[in-house]
Nanobody, 113 residues
Framework: QVQLVESGGGLVQAGGSLRLSCAAS????????MGWFRQAPGKQRELVGT???????NLVDSVKERFIISRYNSEQTIYLQMSTLKPEDTAVYYC???????WGQGTQVTVSS
């Protein structure tokens, strides 16, 4: 069974940057499409973006000019590089293997104004 562990969250001022990591274990990582979601307080969990096993990415419009998703199959890890952070980016960020109900525990990102 695949396990996912996120890290890298924290408190940052608006305009700052953070890099989140999601480490996978227990599966054939290189085969998986992977995704990042986030959930702000009082809101539904929403998609941030996905990265396919060939490295192609899709990000939602609200972040695509500011966030980058990358993967390193040798490390079984994906990253979410976040730049020019805004207070509305404050959320718990989760990585997932889409359509498998496999999620990490989440990492908190708080952006202060």
């Amino acid at each position: 069974q695949v396990q996912l562990v996120e890290s890298g969250g924290g408190l940052v001022q608006a305009g700052g940057s953070l890099r989140l990591s999601c480490a996978a274990s227990g599966g054939t990582f290189s085969r998986y499409r992977m995704g990042w979601f986030r959930q702000a307080p009082g809101k539904q969990r929403e998609l941030v973006g996905t990265i396919f096993n060939n490295g192609l990415t899709n990000l939602v419009d609200s972040v695509k000019e500011r966030f980058i998703i990358s993967r390193y199959n040798s490390e079984q890890t994906i990253y979410l590089q976040m730049s020019t952070l805004k207070p509305e980016d404050t959320a718990v960020y989760y990585c997932t293997i889409p359509f498998t109900n496999t999620w990490g525990q989440g990492t908190q990102v708080t952006v202060s104004s």
